[in-house]
């Protein structure tokens, strides 16, 4: 009886929806593990598809092709170690979420999915039949178990594997990062170790897709729950594990530890590696973004030359009469340091039209939010012209406390394909500045040192559509709204809650409304990258008419 089992892990980035450019990957990674004499090549859930492809697998051309490209790699990795590889698959008048063995030219064993999330951005509930509780595939004289992703957050998936034979897990996932993930991640897993007393391997893809970022950290756990593998977070890479028997069953062997960054890196790693990806897999090579000197567009300036690089980025500064000289020159000095392109386009001319033709109908009114909104749009249209006459995506610059509140213009400032900074509030915004000064990586593409001027970080915010306008003249200061916004918006919290943690009723109330009444706004913005549970998107889901308020 053989006393060593290796797999080669695929902690790899598909492409939604580019089945011959993800099957050529899972291809490439069985030569790997050929090569390296592997026993089993794995690859992560539905990697044939790409993760999360929603609705798209219910097509039903689209399944055929997923069966024709399944088909075509089962024969392509005929000679050589089985290949494992996540599909969404058909049996009968059913669509399972399935996990597919490949090996001598057919598919000779597959896992069907039992548990199908039906929270945050999963909707499998909709998509998907709940496959039976199965036991596991062999694998020369191995026995594999292979609870999918969120089969193995539950006892029953595991127990049943244990019970019937399984020798070890291998756990395939397509889990997307939130903020403290990979420790809820473990946590389950450790418990399926102890409850099961076996070996467990948990792979993860990376990449972005949409608002989601997969960050890969894939790991092995001995019995007992000791980490044996850790991987690297979001760094595509293929590893080989190698498990030994031993008289009290297989054992993974130990090898390097990828040590994890912190939150604040990871966080910023997120919203590069997402705009990153956004980018290569839609087609755009280079940005557009507004640079007004405040710091929400500095920090998009900054993620998009780490993302992209400074050739590929443009920032445009679109001054007004009420745009200080202090702004004028922040955002000068942020374009200089990121060594990226400056534009400089006035909107007073324009601006000046557009009130004399509007001029007859506002004739004896006052001047109002009206006449400040017209600069924000004027400015959209501008950045839009450029845009479309360059091929060069824009990027909107909202941070999450202004989407919840509402607190951007609509078809103004809101205007873009792609926003890196939606899910992370005004406070983090601020410290993510001054983390990103303070750090420098491999993987970012833009300089090192102070990138963002401490002015710029320290200056009261404005949207500067008024003279000596202040952010806060319409809303509470930023750490008082984005502890409200976390306990509404990231907790689901009450009033109550708010009045609870020392917050003012009344203001509660009002940054309530604000959140509800912004609703429209949101289901016509620009995604952006996921930080959160409580990520605007597919995270939290309201209806744009809702006449309920708190009570309390």
Request: negative net charge.
């Amino acid at each position: 009886m053989a006393d060593r089992f290796r797999i080669t892990l695929g902690q790899l980035n598909p492409t939604v929806g580019d089945l011959a450019g993800n099957a050529a990957l899972a291809k490439k990674t069985w030569a790997e593990g050929k090569e390296a004499g592997a026993d089993l090549v794995a690859l992560p859930e539905m990697f044939i598809t790409g993760y999360n492809a929603q609705d798209l697998v219910m097509k039903r051309a689209f399944q055929l092709d997923v069966m024709t490209h399944i088909t075509a790699l089962a024969q392509d990795c005929a000679d050589g170690p089985a290949l494992a590889i996540g599909a969404p698959w058909v049996e009968g008048t059913k669509l399972y979420n399935a996990y597919l063995i490949l090996k001598g030219g057919k598919i000779a064993s597959q896992v069907l999915k039992h548990h199908l999330p039906n929270e945050t951005v999963f909707d499998e509930v909709r998509i998907f039949d709940a496959g039976p509780l199965g036991g596991p595939y062999s694998i020369g004289n191995s026995r594999v178990g292979s609870p999918i992703c969120e089969d193995a957050w539950h006892e029953d998936v595991a127990e049943t594997l244990a019970e019937t034979g399984a020798e070890f897990l291998l756990v395939p996932n397509g889990s997307p990062y939130y903020r403290g993930k990979f420790e809820t991640r473990l946590n389950h897993m450790v418990a399926r170790v102890v409850e099961t007393g076996l070996p467990l391997i948990y792979l993860n893809m990376v990449g972005g897709q949409d608002d989601q970022v997969f960050d890969g950290a894939s790991f092995g756990l001995n019995p007992g729950g000791a980490l044996a593998v850790q991987l690297p977070c979001f760094e595509e890479t293929i590893d080989h594990v190698d498990l030994e028997r031993t008289p009290e069953g297989w054992r993974i062997v130990e090898s390097a530890k990828a040590p994890h960054p912190d939150a604040w890196e990871k966080d910023y790693r997120v919203m590069v590696k997402s705009l990153r990806d956004y980018c290569r897999k839609t087609g755009f090579g280079k940005v557009l973004l507004g640079l007004s000197g405040g710091v929400d567009s500095a920090i998009v300036a900054t993620i998009a030359v780490d993302a992209l690089g400074a050739d590929n980025v443009r920032c445009v500064m679109l001054p007004s009469e009420f745009t200080s000289p202090e702004s004028l020159e922040d955002a000068e000095a942020v374009a200089k340091s990121l060594g990226c392109r400056y534009d400089y386009v006035p909107i007073s001319e324009g601006r000046n039209a557009i009130t004399k033709t509007l001029a007859p109908l506002f004739d004896g009114l006052d001047e109002d939010l009206t006449e400040e909104n017209l600069q924000s749009r004027l400015r959209g249209l501008l950045l839009m012209a450029l845009s479309n006459k360059f091929g060069e995506m824009l990027l909107a610059t909202g941070n999450k406390s202004e989407v919840a509140v509402g607190y951007a213009t609509i078809y103004g400032d809101m205007a873009g394909g792609y926003n890196p900074i939606k899910d992370l509030y005004k406070t983090r915004v601020f410290e993510t500045c001054r983390w990103r000064n303070a750090n420098h990586r491999d993987w970012m593409m833009g300089p090192a040192g102070e990138v963002i001027p401490t002015r710029v970080i320290e200056k009261p915010p404005s949207a500067e559509l008024r003279a000596d306008q202040k952010d806060s003249d319409s809303l509470p200061d930023y750490p008082d709204l984005d502890r409200m916004l976390e306990i509404l918006v990231d907790r689901d919290g009450s009033i109550e809650d708010c009045v609870a943690e020392g917050f003012d009723r009344e203001t509660a109330k009002k940054v309530e409304h604000l959140i509800y009444i912004s609703e429209y706004k949101r289901y016509q913005s620009a995604p952006g990258a996921r930080l959160t549970k409580g990520a605007f998107w597919l995270d939290r889901r309201y209806p744009i008419v809702n006449r309920w308020r708190d009570p309390s």
